[in-house]
């Protein structure tokens, strides 16, 4: 089925689809689908208390309620892009590693947008993919379990922006939020990307859960949209202004905060770029 006003294919990420060519070991090999969800983050944490099997993945074609983090939405119009959460059970899961899961989902969502469209997502801490000074992907890592053993799962909770097109996005979006398809000049087949997704998700999880976030945390610091600029980070009623000079090996942002040299590294925060002046850029 097409819409030509929209001009992408209102297709469906069917399970029995995607599962065909999954190349996964276990990613995936469970789908709950769904039409419509108010947030598949949300669908994910109800079915974490019923023990589900690693890899389960949630998928909504929409999301009527979709979550970012600092309690925004994520918009998430039907057809347009994948809205996922992948449930995993990592053996050894210290809360404090959340921020690096993030970083680590960023990078294997970036790999797969690189290998599959060609286009170069760059990571901007902690959570987000830009395109062309657009965001285009958001990762939304969260810890569930049941009563008593809340850390029991990850839930990577995955927002990709594939086919939409600039009057696709409301009056607020529109100058910020970018698609694949609007830096690729066509559309993407969402169903191969989210395959490749799930491939090199698990692909970096099993990496890092055998030998740690090296090379997730290495992807992020070379494609990085912040390291070397100006930023502003707020984190609640903390501000920090300085230039982005590392992302620690515990994923922490350092700023260099003055010119004697003081560093400051920060665990979580919405960072916006300034300009020479100052000012957002
Ligand atoms: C952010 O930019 O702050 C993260 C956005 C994460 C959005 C995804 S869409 C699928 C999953 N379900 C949600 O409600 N949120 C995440």
Redesign the pocket.
């Known amino acids: 089925m097409s819409n030509p006003e929209r001009g992408y294919r209102l297709d469906r990420l069917y399970p029995w689809e995607v599962q065909k060519g999954l190349s996964t070991r276990f990613a995936g090999h469970w789908i709950e689908y769904y039409e419509e969800l108010?947030?598949?983050?949300?669908r994910?944490r109800e079915l974490a208390a019923t023990s589900p099997p690693e890899g389960l993945l949630v998928l909504?074609e929409k999301?009527t309620?979709?979550?970012?983090?600092?309690g925004?939405s994520?918009f998430?119009p039907a057809g347009a892009?994948?809205?996922?959460?992948l449930l995993l059970k990592p053996p050894v899961f210290p809360p404090g590693e959340l921020p690096k899961v993030t970083l680590l989902a960023a990078a294997a969502v970036a790999r797969a947008i690189s290998a599959e469209a060609e286009l170069t997502p760059l990571v901007k801490w902690p959570?987000?993919l830009y395109l062309d000074n657009r965001?285009i992907?958001?990762?939304?890592a969260e810890t569930a379990g049941k009563a008593g053993s809340p850390w029991e799962y990850l839930l990577l909770?995955?927002?990709i922006n594939v086919n939409q097109v600039s009057t696709d996005f409301p009056g607020d979006l529109r100058q910020k939020a970018g698609s694949l398809r609007l830096s690729l000049g066509a559309p993407v087949d969402r169903g191969v990307l989210l395959r490749r997704c799930l491939a090199v998700l698990e692909e970096e999880y099993v990496y890092a859960c055998e030998k740690g976030f090296v090379r997730a945390l290495a992807y992020c610091r070379q494609y990085s949209f912040i390291l070397g600029r100006h930023v502003e980070v707020r984190d609640g009623d903390r501000r920090y202004r300085g230039k982005a000079v590392a992302i620690r090996d515990d994923g922490r942002l350092e700023l260099l905060v003055d010119e004697g040299g003081k560093t400051v590294g920060i665990a979580a925060g919405e960072v916006s770029c300034l300009s020479r002046t100052g000012k957002e850029a």
Request: a positive charge; glycine letters at 18%.
């Open positions: 108010p947030s598949t983050n949300q994910a909504a999301q309620a979709g979550r970012g983090r600092l925004r994520w998430s892009g994948i809205w996922m959460t959570n987000d965001k992907a958001g990762v939304l909770g995955i927002g």
